[in-house]
Nanobody
């Protein structure tokens, strides 16, 4: 099994930056064995949407609204995936969830709140 624990959320002013972390633990905790890891977000009254994801081969893709502002990366030695968020705006306010696809099954963290004040 895999457990995901997000951290790094909080309150930030528009134009600011935050870095989210997702620590992976469990019997499949070596993230280089996990097919895809990513970040999703859900704002109040909206559906959960893709923010960014990264494959074991290092291929990344991003949601259209964050391209050029957010960067996903991973540190295999630390079993951690990061999301660097720059030039934040009010539309980035949401709960951010870490996701792992393990043998085709989606695993989710509990989420971390990001609030951007204008």
């Amino acid at each position: 099994q895999v457990q995901l624990a997000e951290s790094g959320g909080g309150l930030v002013q528009a134009g600011g930056s935050l870095r989210l972390s997702c620590l992976v633990s469990g019997s499949m905790s070596r993230i280089n064995r996990i097919d895809v890891m990513g970040w999703y977000r859900q704002a109040p009254g909206k559906q959960r949407e893709l923010v960014a994801r990264i494959t074991t081969g290092g291929t990344t893709n991003y949601g259209d609204s964050v391209k050029g502002r957010f960067t996903i990366s991973r540190d295999n030695a630390k079993n951690t995936v990061y999301l660097q968020m720059n030039s934040l705006n009010s539309e980035d306010t949401a709960v951010y969830y870490c996701n792992a696809v393990v043998f085709g099954i989606n695993v989710w963290g509990q989420g971390t709140q990001v609030t951007v004040s204008s």
